[in-house]
Every structure is written in C-alpha cells, then in structure tokens.
C-alpha cells in the first residue's frame, strides 16, 4: 500500500489533527499539505483531514509533557510557510515521541535539519521585527503597525506586545500575508478576509493623529542627530534594518 498524502485546512491545528492520524495509521505519509497545494505526484490522491481541535491538543500536550520546546519549534518552523515541510514536521515529531526528548541536536537527520533551521529563521525574523515594529497612533488613538515580513510572525508579535503595550489598543497588520491581531486591553482578536477589511475601513490608518506628525518628528531628528558620519557602515546597517522593512520604518 503506497503511502498517503494529506491535506489540511491551514492551520497549526489542523497539521496537528494530520500527524495524530498519521501515527495511528502507523505509515508516515507521503506528504503533508495545506488544502489548494499542488499534489507532486500527479496520480496521488490526497486525503483530506478534518481539523479536530481536541485531538490537536492531545498531541501538543504529549509534546509539552517532554519539552515544551518541541511545541516550540514546530509552531516556527510552520510559520515559514515553506513548501515541502509537512513531511519533516511529521518525522520530526514522530522522532520526538520515539525518543522521549527534543531532537534538535540529531542535524545530521536532514528532515530534522529542515524544521530546526525553518524554525531558526523564523524565530530570527521574530526577534528582529520586536525591535523594528513601528506603531502610530491614529486618530481615534488606536495604535497601527504596518510590517510586512517574509514568515507569518504576527502572531508572535502581538503576544510579545501584548505584554509590553498591555494598556493601549493596537493593531499589527501582515500586509503582506493580509492578516492582523488586533488588541483592545483584555483580548487578542484575529482579523482576516472581511473582518480585516472592515477594520482597516473603521480605523483609517492613513488618518494619523495631531500629535503623530510631530511624534515622527521628532523621532527623525533624534536618529538622525545621534548618526556618527564617520562611523556610518551601511553594511551593519542593512544587516540589522534589513532594506525589506525600510518602508514602514518611521527614521527612513
């Protein structure tokens, strides 16, 4: 029997739900892929799983009764986005639960070495951006951050500023995978498809607040004033403020 190729619905639970059923089945897949994916081999035929929230939790607290950086390291890798990685994810996690430890050191495992280094770049991406995220008050005093990175990292975002802007309303928009969490104080709020529409509509983020101009005012000239000419090294620079995010970034 030729091993099978699952989709899925998109979300972490749903790759979860087709890992639980996989190992049931007791035969790795052939490969794991988002609904509307291409299908490599041209006579699969791909068999859909249902997203089951409760068995998604199973697994993930299987995972976390081992090391909670398993868990860790799944969600980043599946935050790239990356084609091809649904069956590493599989055998990263199957492996994990063989062994009854994180694995992360076996990175001679190629598909192991796939989800380590899928997850490293995403938490790289992350961390950059909690530093870069820029946010600007609009006119109803809701603060907006416009980012458009490479992995689907605003989740992330938003649970590190969720800690750090506790008191204020915020939104962070991915405009470039058309998605936003959104902050009102007690609750996060995922926005997509209509929702997100019918938010940017009410917020206007182009309509800045009387005080935001001078804000970014301000802060030009700060960046601007403590800019040592001779010791200026666009290189450093373009590593640490990738050109990539110099759209949304206020100083530039």
Known sequence: MSAATYTYDGTFEGLLTVVMQALDEGAPPADIL?????VGDLFAQPVFVTTLPDRAAVLSARLE???AHIVHQVLHAFLAEEPDLGRPLFSYIKLSLERGECVDGFLTNPEVR??????????????RLKGLLRFRELRGGTLWAPVEPDANVVLLLALHFRRRLSAQYWVIHDMKHNVAVAWDGKDLEWLEGEGLRRRVEELRPDELSQSEQGYQDLWRTFFHSIAIPERINPDLQRRNMPRRYWKHLVEK
């Open 65 to 67: 009764r081992i090391d």
């Open 114 to 127: 796939r989800v380590v280094m899928a997850a490293r770049r995403v938490g790289g991406e992350s961390h």
């Open 34 to 38: 988002p609904a509307g994916a291409g």
